[in-house]
């Protein structure tokens, strides 16, 4: 099966108009699309094991579930009314999860936006995520005004956990 290119002189072809805040969820996804741990992957690779023949190693299965159900939640403020969800935290650890694998890091800055969540909202939730040792606030090492967060084996334990128990 072959696919063709549309003819973008083709007069019944349908023009989409984005509102800025559908350019900036489209890049925010990209985004996460975009991680470098899929760079050089068929989507094949992101299957569960038994849709494949050789079967992804389990971090890859479960970083793909990962990312499909940030994608998903994401995505949800196109049909509903962003205030009607409200679950940063969930989102903050699917987040750090994806990118994990990546070699990436997140500053509180680009997690909130990543998350589309304000910034004061991000800080108070990650403190509450490291009071119960999921995720850690780590220094960059030559400019104090950068922090980074990350996932801990307490975090990446748990997600793995549920995501592992979601079928597939």
Request: aromatic residues 8%; hydrophobic residues 40%.
């Amino acid at each position: 099966m072959t696919s063709e290119r549309p003819n973008l002189n083709d007069p019944d072809l349908k023009t989409v108009t984005l509102s800025e805040k559908d350019l900036k969820d489209a890049v925010r996804l990209f985004r996460l699309f975009a991680d470098p741990a899929l760079i050089g992957h068929d989507i094949g690779d992101f299957l569960p094991a038994e849709e494949r023949a050789d079967g992804p190693s389990d971090r890859q299965s479960l970083a793909a579930k990962a990312r499909m159900v940030l994608s998903a939640r994401l995505a949800r403020e196109q049909y509903f009314h962003p205030d009607l969800f409200g679950e940063p935290a969930w989102e903050i650890l699917l987040a750090l999860y994806v990118i994990e694998d990546s070699g990436a890091r997140f500053t509180i800055s680009k997690l909130a936006e990543c998350i589309s969540a304000p910034l004061s909202t991000v800080v108070r939730w990650i403190k509450t995520l490291e009071e119960q040792s999921l995720v850690a606030r780590v220094n960059h090492p030559t400019d104090r005004r950068v922090i980074f967060v990350r996932l801990l084996d307490k975090g990446r334990q748990a997600l793995d956990d549920y995501l592992g128990a979601i079928p597939g």
